[in-house]
């Protein structure tokens, strides 16, 4: 894929960006795109996130300081927010990809789950983004007609087995992003999710099943599943004030997979494949 030319979209505005863990995650791609274009901005992850990581390397190569921030702790949030005041003095745009399931991890089946773990789920995938709203909130760091987008997956609107409790997290979380957006759009702030495709990333490719879900979303969607930078392309141009007027909405980014009944590539390949299952049984 050619290299995305920078047009200055973000030149001047300062963020957060949630959730990078190396260079194959999303949030990684969305931070390169956002330094394209001209912004400036705070790292942040889980203590334990960093240590497994490589968030330093992307803190070199876009001078972007990093704050710890455990999520699932109301203090932790609320002093870095104020940390990254220090910093930036105030942000104009806020990315969420803050997701982890302790069930998915430990293969749990979604109706044998640990309960314990379930509220971790929620916690850490969803409410983050409503303790992340409110401190920015309170704190004043969020500028009028900042931008903040959470990172969701079409699990929300439809039950993929192998993606357990995360199915419930993202509804929630995308229920959180309208709520709040209700709520910040007097101060034109916006807040949105984007729905992206199964992409090959650390966490994506832990999930049992993966291969298949990617597969399957490749083959019915009509131009077939974005990568982690044209995701990226399209965050860049949500946080940018060429989106001015567009919140609380779920923003499908899955090559049209939502939409699409049935391709027909994927109709061949089921018939070829009940064909065959006949010549077996004859």
């Given amino acids: ?6 047009y200055g979209l973000l030149k001047g505005k300062k963020g957060i ?5 190396d260079d194959r995650s999303i949030a990684w791609r969305i931070a390169l795109a956002c330094k394209r274009e001209g912004a400036d ?3 942040s992850n889980a203590p334990i996130a960093l240590r497994l990581g490589t968030l330093n390397a992307l803190s070199e190569e876009t001078s972007a300081p990093i704050i710890p921030c ?21 942000v104009d745009f806020i990315l969420h990809a803050i997701g982890m399931s302790p069930n998915i991890r430990k293969k749990i089946e979604y109706n044998d789950i640990n309960y314990s773990w379930f509220k971790q789920t929620l916690d850490i995938s969803a409410i983050s983004l409503h303790k992340i709203l409110h401190y920015a909130e309170t704190t004043g760091l969020i500028n009028d007609g900042g931008s903040v987008v959470a990172l969701s997956y ?16 993202k509804a929630l979380l995308e229920s959180i992003a309208r709520n709040y957006g209700s709520r910040l759009a007097h101060r034109g702030i916006r807040v949105n999710t984007v729905s992206q495709a199964p992409t090959k990333t650390s ?15 490749e083959k019915i969607a009509p131009l077939g599943n974005p990568s982690a930078d044209e995701c990226a392309d399209y965050c860049v141009t949500l946080f940018s004030d060429l989106t001015r007027k567009v919140t609380m909405q779920n923003l ?7 939409t699409t009944g049935i391709s027909e590539e ?17």
């Fill in 203 to 217: 966490a994506g490719t832990g999930i049992k099943g993966f291969d298949g879900m990617y597969t399957f979303a």
């Fill in 1 to 6: 894929m050619p290299e995305t030319k920078g």
């Fill in 17 to 21: 960006i949630f959730g990078a863990l």
């Fill in 41 to 43: 901005f705070v790292l």
């Fill in 154 to 169: 079409i699990g929300a609107q439809r039950i993929f087995s192998k993606y357990s409790d995360m199915n419930d997290a």
């Fill in 266 to 282: 994927m109709i061949e390949g089921l018939l070829r494949l009940y064909a065959g299952d006949e010549e077996n049984e004859s």
């Fill in 252 to 258: 499908y980014h899955d090559g049209g997979f939502v």
């Fill in 70 to 90: 455990d999520v699932s702790s109301e203090s932790d949030v609320e002093a870095m927010m104020n940390e990254v005041k220090k910093e930036l003095g105030s």
